[in-house]
């Protein structure tokens, strides 16, 4: 029933920006933490940044740090992350994710967008 739906990704050139939005669905999302993930080939998945859907408490990889802003909106169930002064390190398939707050699991993942960054 939980639906996590990314878009938003695509092609863009070094220094360009992209937003990504992550639609959730099937429940409220109160007590979650909102992730986003990516995933380059041959590269572990890793944490990009997060925020406590209550609270809006953020963390970022020291990577994005700077560059990257997640945010969401309650209203919509939608949760955000604007990505600007891309680098062609940011190339990978992007992952909208939903776990419990007080657990450090993520239990819903959405299908993943593709960013892809050109030099």
């Known amino acids: 029933q939980v639906q996590l739906v990314e878009s938003g990704g695509g092609l863009v050139q070094a220094g360009g920006s992209l937003r990504l939005s992550c639609a959730a669905s099937?429940?409220?999302?109160?007590?979650?933490?909102m992730g986003w993930f990516r995933q380059a080939p041959g590269k572990e998945r890793e944490l990009v940044a997060h925020?406590?859907?209550?609270?809006?408490?953020?963390y970022y990889a020291d990577s994005v740090k700077g560059r990257f802003t997640i945010s969401r909106d309650s209203a919509k169930n939608t949760v955000y992350l604007q990505m600007n002064s891309l680098k062609p390190e940011d190339t990978a398939v992007y992952y909208c994710a939903a776990g419990f707050a007080t657990q450090s699991i993520y239990e819903y993942w959405g299908q993943g967008t593709q960013v892809t960054v050109s030099s």
């Open positions: 925020i406590l859907w209550s609270g809006g408490t953020t």
């Open positions: 099937g429940r409220t999302f109160s007590n979650y933490n």
